[in-house]
């Protein structure tokens, strides 16, 4: 029951930031324009471990007569139609929304017993604050 409480704020924000990783929604273009910050920083603590950094800039490239060494984009060896992403695509979706519900109710549980209640609320503070202080470091 402690380690659950300890980890629930990071179950919950890895539930949450994949399942929205899954529909690509932290990507600019993806789903109509720009995406919204917080959902930026999510994937962001979620894929790299830490806040958004700002994009590298592209180095230029050598100027001069076009290079025989580019090659041309590669085709998949077989034409053949790959099956739709989206069932497991929503599946993952389900599975996320059930992993934060169990979290959550898992926490609720914990906190309705009154006698380690104060413990509990002690864990949930921990979890929290400790991943925040390590993003920082």
């Known amino acids: 029951m402690y380690l659950g409480l300890f980890f629930a704020p990071m179950i919950l924000l890895f539930a ?4 929205l990783q899954t529909f690509r929604l932290q990507e600019a273009g993806g789903y109509g324009g720009q995406p919204p910050t917080w959902i930026v920083w999510l994937a962001s603590v979620h894929k790299d471990q830490g806040p958004p950094r700002a994009p590298r800039a592209e180095r230029p490239k050598a100027a001069g007569p076009a290079v025989a060494s580019e090659k041309p984009e590669r085709r998949p060896a077989s034409d053949a139609k ?3 992403p989206l069932p497991l695509k929503i599946f993952v979706a389900l599975l996320s929304i059930a992993l934060a519900a169990s979290t959550v109710l898992g926490v609720m549980i914990a906190l309705s017993i009154k006698s380690g209640r104060r413990v509990s609320l002690t864990l949930l503070a921990l979890g929290t604050v400790v991943p925040i202080m390590l993003l920082w470091i």
């Open 16 to 19: 949450i930031s994949g399942a």
């Open 82 to 84: 790959r099956p739709s």
